[in-house]
């Protein structure tokens, strides 16, 4: 047999060295002892032993450890020392140490910090896409799976949580030496352990014990959600257990809050993560983080199957396990919420997040070619989390409900315990329908953008006499998304809906001839189409009287998309549209979306001279809408609105009275974490009382909680020069450790009303990206430009963007897109306002 010839050696894990290893390595495992002290500073020493099986060739075995080389200590195979070859990021294994089938090598070595999230009382790991070998030796690769053994030595008083359940525990001096079981078969991204201050907490439900750790101090917060946290997950269990015909595959199903978590949570094998402030509602809380609560633990839970026993080949396929999370997830909110209206919730969720990215010029299709494993965090954001599920519901309608099912059993079953891709999954599911499957993933998978429709409406004695809708893409090519949606005729005492099939260019709605005049029509009235739907002017007055909830979401979406394109309806006119329906939306979920969309409206789509006197009058409407309204959670987010303006004296007033005072307006219940949002919407407007933030930082009992808004307080600052030094700070690394709170602080630094002094720290922004790219989490790019750059609307800023990717023609493609879809606001908003580009 000829040796495979070896790939070369570079930083990362090219998508060569990844093929090659799957070629000569197999059967792997990882025995790790990790020794935690109890300062987070201190440098943590760990070893471990790696086995696998090797075929024979004359290339060196790469091991990836990005870490500087006097991380390594030591190095041994098969029980004899050699020395250590460091190079790119890889410890080469020469193959005269080796020999063809079982070997074992062994490392000592100081363990990697860039993803071993160290507090003070706790850590905890996150590995995903490619950091394992941020943290360890391993071959960090999705299809290399392994079962990892693990032993941690922690301060005496903490709690710790990996992938295997508790072996055993022993005292050693101040410490307690904690040895795991070997996990399920996993890949080295689905590594995980936690460790800290945490209670945990047991509970059976359904025949399965699950142990959970947090750190929340709050009773009615523990009170309130203990019983949904672990009642939501056994339901979601029992679904995917119907839905799939396969039982939870793997050994134990625990899961941890971590406070500030830069995720809403990661799908670890046994040890989900989560980001705690998702998982705990007090009494206050809405209709809204209620569902997201529900969506995020049954996405995480469905990871189970989709991602964890059945995981991608390689990274550019990491859609693939996120699409079925958020498809299967939805469907579970279904069952697990009382009076849930999936269509809706479907709707909100996830048209305005995927047009959030798919209308701008840094748009991404769903999938991404991926050479090196590096690049695999730029892949992840709106596209993968929201149009991916909108593409998965047309692909249901397309093949029916039950065809897809049985193809995502039979695609399960095949690859269970293994790696597929998505063209694995297409070659099957292209069994159960006589639709071409290949034509139809083309343009919704590997194309970016979404159709724009018109339509022509001819009548002859007030009946329809021709209905024809037409589709092309947006940037104004002739391409075709062939889709399922409804328009809907409606009339004075009636609404008659029609289902379009848009197979082609153009369609020619035959059902509609012969009926009568319609008073309006509303597009896309189920919102299931995809893309930007004409808007029928004689529609705009008549919102309101549309009596199915999931129409009026449609009608405010297409509205909002409508202006932003700068078609029929401008923002000053929407605005005083939203502002007019406000009394009237009697949807909750809707009332969120009107209230968003009316803020943005405000802050981002209307000039600053403007403000004053809008101000006065979107003041007005939310405050007697709040008072007229009976349902407390309504009432809620008409004051959160209200809250969001207050742009007057008189609104910052009454605000700073209730914060002072503790007492929310009649009908509306305020928590703690409410309180600390209104000292911070005082003190970014420059409130004049002294140390408004300390006095609420005194306040907040949670020790985490408090460290946040402390960490905060200089962003806000009234002094210029004490926000200059704060974003300073943050060119250290070591100050953007806690991702969630930088973002929190840039978005109150770079808020509308601070623009003027906060545009001077836009270019050292932009400068930081790449290194931001480098040294944070896979959402920390977006996240960052979108804090810092979604709140301007000047041409200058627009320019400065321009200017900043014209000087950088090698920019990384992948960066250029996001700062390109964090740019679309200020973008579209010198454009609307100032007629700029």
């Not at 090219?14 to 000569?24: I, M, V």
């Not at 705990?280 to 809405?286: E, R, V």
């Amino acid at each position: 047999m000829t040796p495979v010839k070896g790939p070369a050696v570079e930083s990362g894990v090219s998508q060569e060295l990844a093929k090659y290893r799957k070629q000569t390595l197999s059967r792997l495992g990882y025995s790790l002892q990790f020794g935690i002290p109890a300062g987070k500073e201190q440098p943590i020493p760990a070893s471990e032993t790696i086995t696998f099986h090797w075929q024979a060739g004359k290339a060196p075995v790469q091991i990836d450890f990005k870490e500087q080389r006097d991380h390594l200590h030591s190095v041994s195979v098969n029980g004899r020392e050699i020395p250590v070859v460091f190079e790119s990021e890889h410890i080469l294994i020469a193959p005269a140490y080796l020999k063809p089938g079982a070997n074992q090598v062994s490392i000592r070595f100081t363990a990697g910090d860039l993803s071993l999230n160290r507090n003070e009382e706790y850590l905890y790991t996150l590995l995903v896409p490619d950091r394992a070998r941020t943290l360890f030796p391993c071959f960090d690769q999705p299809d290399l799976k392994a079962s990892f053994t693990l032993t941690l030595a922690v301060p005496e008083n903490w709690q710790a949580m990996s992938n295997g359940a508790v072996q055993d525990s022993s005292r050693q001096g101040n410490q307690t030496r904690i040895r795991f079981a070997p996990s399920d078969t996993i890949s080295t991204y689905l590594f995980s352990f936690v460790a800290g201050k945490f209670e945990r907490v047991t509970k059976t439900l359904n025949g399965r014990t699950m142990h959970f750790l947090h750190r929340e101090t709050d009773p009615e917060k523990i009170r309130l959600s203990m019983e949904p946290i672990f009642q939501i997950h056994a339901d979601a269990l029992t679904f995917l257990e119907a839905y799939t015909q396969i039982p939870y595959p793997f050994r134990k199903f625990d899961f941890v809050a971590i406070p500030d978590f830069q995720y809403g949570g990661m799908e670890h094998v046994g040890a989900i993560q989560y980001k705690a402030a998702n998982l705990f509602l007090d009494g206050g809380a809405t209709r809204d983080q209620k569902i997201s609560r529900v969506t995020l633990l049954a996405h995480e839970t469905a990871h189970m199957w989709f991602g964890d026993l059945v995981t991608m080949r390689w990274f550019n396929d990491v859609w693939t396990k996120e699409v079925f999370a958020n498809f299967i997830a939805d469907k579970i909110s279904q069952v697990s919420l009382a009076d849930s209206n999936y269509d809706l919730e479907f709707l909100i969720a996830h048209f305005p997040a995927a047009y959030d990215v798919d209308r701008t010029e840094g748009a991404n299709p769903i999938g991404q070619p991926l050479a090196n494993l590096q690049e695999a965090g730029t892949l992840y954001g709106g596209i993968i989390y929201h149009k991916a599920p909108i593409m998965m519901r047309q692909l249901e309608r397309l093949m029916g409900k039950d065809a897809l099912r049985n193809g995502l059993r039979e695609y399960l079953k095949k690859y269970a315990y293994g790696n597929a891709s998505w063209a694995d999954l297409i070659a099957i599911l292209d069994t159960y329908t006589p639709a071409d499957l290949n034509d139809w993933n083309h343009v919704w998978v590997n194309e970016t953008g979404r159709p724009r429709f018109d339509y022509r409406l001819e009548m002859s004695n007030n009946k329809i006499s021709q209905f024809v809708i037409s589709q092309k893409g947006e940037e104004g090519s002739a391409r075709i998304w062939p889709q399922l949606f409804e328009v809907a005729l409606v009339y004075p005492d009636r609404v008659e809906e029609l289902t379009v099939n848009m197979r082609r260019s153009q369609v020619t709605l035959s059902e509609a001839v012969g009926k009568e005049k319609p008073l309006f029509v509303l597009f896309n009235s189920s919102g299931q189409g995809y893309g930007l739907f004409p808007v029928d002017p004689a529609m705009v007055p008549h919102v309101a009287s549309l009596k199915n909830p999931v129409m009026r979401a449609a009608a405010y979406i297409t509205l909002y998309e409508n202006m932003l394109s700068g078609q029929l309806i401008t923002p000053d006119k929407l605005l005083a549209t939203y502002q007019a329906l406000l009394p009237h939306e009697p949807e909750e979920l809707n009332l969120r979306l009107l209230t968003s969309q009316l803020s943005n409206l405000f802050w981002r789509y209307s000039r600053p001279e403007n403000r004053p006197s809008l101000a006065l009058q979107l003041e007005k409407a939310f405050w007697q809408a709040m008072e007229n309204e009976p349902a407390p959670n309504k009432k809620k987010l008409l004051f959160q609105g209200y809250q969001s303006i207050a742009f007057s004296r008189e609104a910052q007033d009454r605000l700073f009275t209730i914060w002072q005072e503790q007492k929310a307006p009649a009908g509306v219940r305020l928590t703690e974490d409410d309180y600390t949002a209104l000292a911070l919407t005082l003190a970014v407007r420059d409130y004049p009382v002294t140390g408004l933030l300390l006095q609420q930082a005194d306040r907040i009992n949670n020790p985490d909680r408090k460290k946040r808004l402390l960490f905060m307080i200089p962003a806000l600052s009234s002094d210029m020069q004490v926000r200059d030094a704060f974003f300073a700070s943050l060119k250290d690394e070591k100050n953007r450790e806690r991702e969630a709170w930088v973002t929190a602080a840039l978005g109150y630094l770079h808020h509308p009303l601070r623009a003027t002094t906060s545009v001077r720290y836009l270019r050292e922004s932009l400068d930081l990206l790449e290194e931001i790219q480098r040294t944070g989490d896979i959402f920390f790019p977006e996240s960052w430009l979108r804090s810092t750059l979604s709140a301007y609307q000047s041409p200058e800023v627009a320019t400065l963007v321009r200017t900043f990717l014209k000087e950088r023609p090698g920019f990384n493609p992948r960066l250029r897109a996001k700062l390109l879809q964090a740019a679309d606001s200020p973008f579209r908003a010198a454009r609307l306002l100032y007629k700029a580009e």
